[in-house]
């Protein structure tokens, strides 16, 4: 069993407050294939109730993590555009440590995002 763990957290910088009720899914990548492992939203603190991978399903890898934000836009009344600029934003990264704490957190606003590893 792996004692390593997946979280994340969006803070929604053009509102200065946690992104609650955002939709993110993970899938592990394998060559060409990606295969669905989590699907859930964030909480009011802009995090998920738990690890988006749990110790014990931990494992080195591609992984992809995929923000819906379009829905999380529109729902705030960020400015109206058709096709929203920032729909779903993938971030795809590796894990190499199978004992390490993965952060993978997404700074949003309606026209940029960043990302970085945190802790």
Same mark, same amino acid.
């Given at each position: $069993? %792996?004692? &390593? ?10 509102? &200065?407050? !946690? ?5 993110? *899914? ?9 295969? !669905?492992?989590?699907? $859930?939203?964030?909480? %009011? ?5 738990? +690890? #988006?991978? @749990?110790? &014990? ?6 992984? *992809? ?13 960020? +400015?109206? *555009?058709? @096709?929203?600029?920032?729909?779903? #934003?993938? #971030?795809?990264? &590796? ?6 704490? /993965?952060?993978? +957190?997404?700074?949003?606003? +309606?026209?940029?995002?960043?990302? /970085?590893?945190? %802790?």
């Amino acid at each position: $069993m %792996s004692e &390593g763990y997946l979280t994340t957290h969006v803070l929604d910088t053009a509102r &200065g407050v !946690p992104a609650a009720g955002l939709e993110i *899914e993970l899938f592990r990548l394998e060559g060409g294939a990606r295969q !669905p492992l989590a699907r $859930m939203r964030t909480n %009011s603190d802009g995090r998920t109730d738990g +690890p #988006i991978l @749990p110790k &014990g399903d931990f494992a080195t890898g591609a992984y *992809e993590l995929v923000f819906h934000t379009g829905a999380y836009l529109d729902a705030t009344g960020a +400015p109206p *555009e058709a @096709p929203r600029f920032l729909d779903v #934003i993938p #971030i795809r990264f &590796g894990i190499s440590d199978a004992a390490a704490h /993965y952060h993978v +957190p997404l700074l949003l606003s +309606p026209f940029g995002y960043s990302t /970085y590893r945190g %802790s």
